[in-house]
Nanobody, 129 residues
Framework: QVQLVDSGGGSVQSGGSLRLSCAASGLTFDDDVMGWFRQAPGKEREGVSCITRSGGTTYYADSVKGRFTISRDNAKNTLYLEMNSLKPEDTAMYYC??????????????????????WGQGTQVTVSS
């Protein structure tokens, strides 16, 4: 049974920082990709960032590149998202996700919600101006 548990969200002022965590258990893919998605009220869920199991490949949405850093600790089965220089438009529910990785995955495929089979429950991030 796969379980993803998100944590670390909160309320910060513009320019502040937060670190999200996702504790994973039960994943049995030969190779996997893990990612962070976010969904603001009235908007579609969008891919923020993702990382392969080795950590050798990472992708970022253009809107967060240079401000967010994704990482994972495979020994602890934990995924992280370090978020700096937060903006009000970053306000959303953030979800971690896990899916099977294929070698041909492009950035677009890797940041598509259709690539992922398992989802965390979400953690709210609110950035005030």
């Amino acid at each position: 049974q796969v379980q993803l548990v998100d944590s670390g969200g909160g309320s910060v002022q513009s320019g502040g920082s937060l670190r999200l965590s996702c504790a994973a258990s039960g994943l049995t893919f030969d190779d996997d990709v893990m990612g962070w998605f976010r969904q603001a009220p009235g908007k579609e869920r969008e891919g923020v960032s993702c990382i392969t199991r080795s950590g050798g490949t990472t992708y970022y949405a253009d809107s967060v590149k240079g401000r967010f850093t994704i990482s994972r600790d495979n020994a602890k089965n934990t995924l992280y998202l370090e978020m700096n220089s937060l903006k009000p438009e970053d306000t959303a529910m953030y979800y971690c996700a896990a899916g099977r990785r294929r070698a041909y995955y492009t950035k677009a495929i890797s940041l598509s919600r259709n690539t992922y089979d398992y989802w965390g429950q979400g953690t709210q991030v609110t950035v005030s101006s």
